[in-house]
């Protein structure tokens, strides 16, 4: 599985878009992009996938660049719940019930 | 709909006792999946159960093992517990059908302190 590559740290102000990087510049051809977040001593939730399309759903937008190296997690409008690390894994779609979590992005949402 | 429920959600054990752990998947989840938290390591895979077989296996030793039953609810089991092997165990399902529902959802978590 390819790897990936997150910022350690974010900072968001409340009602504010929340844009989480990631690269994954050795993605391969069809491989997935998920995104998850784990909010503190909860178990890790599932936020979107995504292979080639920008998707879209009641959480969040995923927009993956046309070379697929790299996207963009947007969250629209951050509120404090929304305070969580928040990782950026790749795979295919047999090994999504493996899941290979890196660090993450400590994303921090503030008044 | 029911989420992905752990038992127990805390646990004490004493070094080289044994622990089972349970975890009960959404209904009409046939894959099981087992992490393990720990501040050092982050977050890594265990193993897989699917249909009642192992699917796939993380990097971890013999000492852990885990099962899947008919109903899809599985356990896992340490043996011969180790001070590093305390941590929140956590389990997550998925339904993996035709429409590719690939996305796994997670449970509360067991966390273990080994002494």
């Known amino acids: 599985d390819a790897k990936t590559t997150q910022p350690p740290s974010m900072d968001c102000a409340e009602g504010r878009a929340a844009n989480l990087p990631c690269n994954h510049s050795t993605i391969s051809g069809n491989e997935y992009v998920y995104w998850y977040r784990q909010i503190h001593s909860q178990g890790p939730q599932y936020i979107i996938h995504?292979?080639?399309n920008n998707e879209t759903n009641e959480m969040a937008s995923l927009i993956i660049t046309e070379d697929r190296k790299s996207s963009t997690l947007i969250l629209p409008h951050a509120t404090l719940r929304d305070t969580a690390v928040y990782y950026c894994i790749v795979g295919y779609t047999g090994t999504a019930s493996k899941l290979t979590f890196g660090t993450g992005t400590r994303l921090q949402v503030t008044l | 709909k029911a989420g992905v429920t752990q038992t127990p959600r805390y646990l004490i054990k004493t070094r080289g006792q044994q622990v089972t752990l349970s975890c009960s998947p959404i209904?009409?989840?046939?894959?099981v999946s087992w992490y393990q938290q720990t501040p050092g390591q982050g977050l890594q895979f265990l193993f897989e159960?699917?249909?009642?077989?192992?699917?796939n296996k993380g990097n971890f030793p013999g000492r852990f093992s885990g099962r899947q039953f008919s109903n899809s609810r599985s356990e896992m089991n340490v043996s011969t517990l180790e001070l590093g092997d305390s941590a929140l165990y956590l389990c997550?399902?998925?339904?993996?059908?035709?429409?590719?529902?690939?996305?796994?959802?997670f449970g509360p978590g067991t966390r273990l302190t080994v002494t």
């Open positions: 209904s009409g989840h046939r894959s």
């Open positions: 995504g292979l080639k």
């Open positions: 159960y699917f249909s009642e077989t192992q699917r």
């Open positions: 997550a399902s998925s339904r993996e059908d035709l429409l590719s529902s690939y996305e796994q959802y």
